[in-house]
């Protein structure tokens, strides 16, 4: 009989990770499962480096770029630079709709969509700007929405959606056709010597649409307000889950009282695992604490949080008294078939990253959830860097396999099928220094639309998916 937390750990037979060195680590891994057999021909097949292009990609598949910062928009603005998160909307026939991010901070004029001098910033209303800065330190950050041409393969339409939020990294889609995008920031009035007009770290909505406009910059504030970084919907519930980017972390939840409608209030919680209060997940190297384990299903609550505006940035520190599970800078999340995937950049025990698992109560949000809880899983730590190194974004393939984009120089997007097995879609050869980011695959499947933050690239890639 398992009478503790600390006797289920060693029923895994796991509690020695703490103690093993990287190299038997990586073994672990291969026992686990977890093994990278792009090298061997799998999948795809290796990568194949054609002069003059941005991306090595597998054999059959190209990478096309169809749009740029600093590109005209439709709107008569420059596309902004900075690209992250992404989303994607079926329109009609051939066409959809893609919203993107832009990680933008305040001041970076440069980057911004009213050119080198804000020489065209009389062409929005500037009630439609969620900051201004005073003028001196305008916030660039926002949305734009692309509609894409499938079959051709080009944009025809593209225009700014959002504008003066600061840093907005990832953000998710939702099942009423709109695109959640997060500020990755925890500034206040008053911030960035003085000159900020208004409180940051919210989450805002934007809706896909074709008809050019700026959507007004309201902060959904009873998300609550921390470090944002992702959110994924649960498609018939409505409710959103949250991650934050930080290194002691927590994982959210909203639970609108309207579906649909976020703004109208409901509660926010923090995921606590069962009978392990305050539990661990970083396994970091240096912390003192049992491993948390690969491959083993939790049970878990969720605990009310209030409050939640946290003028002190405290939410996370305030839920892990509580009981709160910690983790180490929550990124990329993604909703797949009944079960939703996020990473963490930097936990593991040679802070290369984590992917976790949630799988939701068959009475997510109700009453009876207890009678069926909802389990959390470490679906893969490698501590190998061959396997994948800080995953950022991820996404969703249509055939079920997690896409993960990499944060760090010579980037990768690597993809991981159910079995375990990972391999390599694409390696940025032209920009190195940059990170992937907003993964995305198009309703028909054909398309993996990702981001190359610096210098600014959308692209395109098409293939034997």
């Not at 990124?331 to 799988?359: S, V």
């Not at 994948?388 to 990499?406: K, S």
């Amino acid at each position: 009989m398992i009478n503790s937390r600390r006797d289920f750990i060693k029923s895994t037979g796991l509690i020695g990770l703490g103690f093993l060195g990287l190299n038997q680590l990586a073994v672990e891994a291969a026992a686990l499962g977890f093994v990278n057999y792009n090298d061997a021909g799998g999948k795809y097949g290796p990568l194949e480096y054609r002069q003059g292009e941005i991306l090595s990609l597998p054999k059959g598949f190209t990478g096309k770029i169809i749009s740029c910062r600093g590109d005209k928009m439709s709107d008569g603005l420059l596309s902004p630079g900075a690209h992250d998160g992404m989303g994607v909307f079926k329109l009609r026939g051939n066409k959809i709709i893609l919203i993107r991010n832009h990680e933008l901070s305040p001041g970076a004029i440069t980057s911004g969509p009213f050119g080198k001098s804000n020489e065209l910033l009389y062409k929005v209303d500037k009630s439609n700007i969620y900051d201004y800065g005073n003028g001196d330190a305008m916030c660039y950050g926002g949305t734009t929405t692309l509609v894409y041409n499938e079959k051709r393969q080009k944009i025809e339409l593209e225009y700014l959606s959002l504008i003066g939020t600061v840093r907005n990294c990832a953000g998710g889609i939702t099942p009423w056709n709109s695109w959640l995008t997060c500020e990755e920031t925890s500034f206040l009035k008053g911030g960035e010597k003085g000159l900020l007009e208004k409180d940051h770290g919210y989450n805002f909505e934007v809706f896909a649409t074709e008809k050019i406009g700026l959507t007004a910059p309201v902060p959904i504030k009873p998300m609550g307000r921390f470090v944002h970084e992702a959110v994924a919907v649960h498609p018939r519930e409505g409710i959103v889950y949250q991650t934050e980017d930080t290194s002691d972390s927590l994982f959210y939840r909203y639970v609108p009282v309207k579906p649909g409608d976020l703004h109208k209030g409901g509660k926010l919680q923090c995921l606590v695992v069962d009978e392990w209060t305050s539990a661990d997940t970083r396994n970091w190297a240096n912390l003192n604490t049992d491993k948390f384990p690969q491959k083993t299903a939790f049970n878990v609550h969720w605990e009310d949080l209030d409050n939640v505006e946290a003028p002190d940035n405290d939410l996370r520190l305030r839920g892990y008294k509580k009981g709160a599970a910690r983790f180490s800078r929550g990124e990329g999340i993604w909703y797949g078939k009944d079960e939703l995937f996020f990473a963490c950049t930097d936990g593991g025990m040679n802070r290369t990253g984590q992917i976790f698992k949630y799988i939701p109560s068959k009475y997510e949000g109700a009453e009876r959830e207890k009678e069926s809880p909802a389990t959390l899983e470490l679906y893969i730590e490698p501590n190998d860097i061959n396997i994948f190194q800080n995953c950022d974004n991820l996404t969703i393939a249509p055939w079920g396999d997690v896409i993960i984009c990499e944060d760090k120089s010579d980037p990768r997007i690597v993809g991981i099928t159910p079995e375990g097995k990972t391999y390599v879609i694409a390696k940025n050869i032209g920009y190195r220094q940059s990170e992937f980011a907003g993964p995305v695959f198009s309703p028909s499947g054909k398309t993996l639309f990702v981001n190359i933050q610096s210098p600014g690239l959308t692209l395109a890639i098409t293939g034997p998916w």
